[in-house]
């Protein structure tokens, strides 16, 4: 089964519109943590958001946020007031602190973002 | 300021040369990892280590092998290179806690 899924494969925005990237993750373990990165055109993964299981408050990091909905295993990103650099490719990922392996930490397939001037 | 460097960032190379990706981190972490990924499309593991002289496949198949002589370096060799292999290898590091990778820039190899 998927760990990660993001159903949306691509999303358009107006610029200085909000956009929320969906995300639903699949565990049994009571601790994890929630991830999205961020990969510009140029290739690199940028670290965006973390979200712990056991915080009890959305993460917030300036305009990215963090909804999430532990009942519901979802942990979508909301990108407000959106920007022309914001047209990447955004990932989703979870890590498990139980994992003996050293992988684990699970990416989604990805959304391409598209900000539209 | 970036703490894990990948060289080259990009590479064109002929058929059947050998060639080494190198990946070096700064940050004292033991986990280091190696990523496939095609243009667009979601990250493949294909290797990992726990630390020195740890290495392990990761869920992917590939040709390439891995070395971890140094904490802090992990390059990854292809013996004989062919178009097949032409994708981008992103690195990174972790540290043995709940928090996320540290990705290098990512080489883009191109085997002609």
């Known amino acids: 089964a998927q760990k990660i899924t993001q159903t949306q494969p691509g999303m358009f925005v107006q610029e200085k519109e909000a956009v929320t990237l969906d995300c639903t993750y699949d565990?049994?373990?009571?601790?994890?943590?929630l991830f999205w990165y961020k990969q510009p055109s140029s290739g690199e993964m940028i670290f965006l958001i973390y979200?712990?299981?056991?915080?009890?408050q959305n993460a917030t990091e300036g305009r990215y946020s963090l909804n999430f909905q532990k009942a519901r295993k979802s942990a979508n990103l909301v990108i407000s007031a959106s920007q022309l650099g914001d047209s990447a490719m955004y990932f989703c990922?979870?890590?498990?602190?139980?994992?003996?392996?050293?992988?684990?930490?699970?990416f989604g397939t990805g959304t391409r973002l598209t900000v539209i001037p | 300021e970036a703490d894990i460097y990948q060289t080259p960032r990009y590479l064109v190379i002929g058929t059947g040369k050998k060639i080494t990706l190198e990946c070096s981190q700064t940050?004292?972490?033991?986990?280091m990892y190696w990523y496939q990924q095609d243009p667009g499309m979601e990250l493949h593991l294909i290797h990992y280590?726990?630390?020195?002289?740890?290495?392990e496949k990761g869920d992917l198949s590939s040709e390439s092998t891995v070395s971890r002589i140094r904490t802090e370096h992990f390059p990854l060799t292809l013996e004989s290179a062919r178009p097949s292999h032409t994708s981008q290898y992103l690195c990174?590091?972790?540290?043995?806690?709940?928090?996320?990778?540290?990705f290098g820039s990512g080489t883009r190899l191109t085997v002609v």
């Open positions: 990174a590091s972790s540290e043995y806690t709940l928090y996320g990778y540290t």
């Open positions: 565990t049994s373990d009571q601790s994890y943590g």
């Open positions: 979200q712990g299981s056991y915080d009890e």
């Open positions: 990922a979870m890590r498990e602190v139980y994992q003996t392996g050293a992988n684990n930490l699970f």
């Open positions: 940050m004292g972490h033991d986990k």
């Open positions: 280590s726990y630390g020195v002289n740890s290495t």
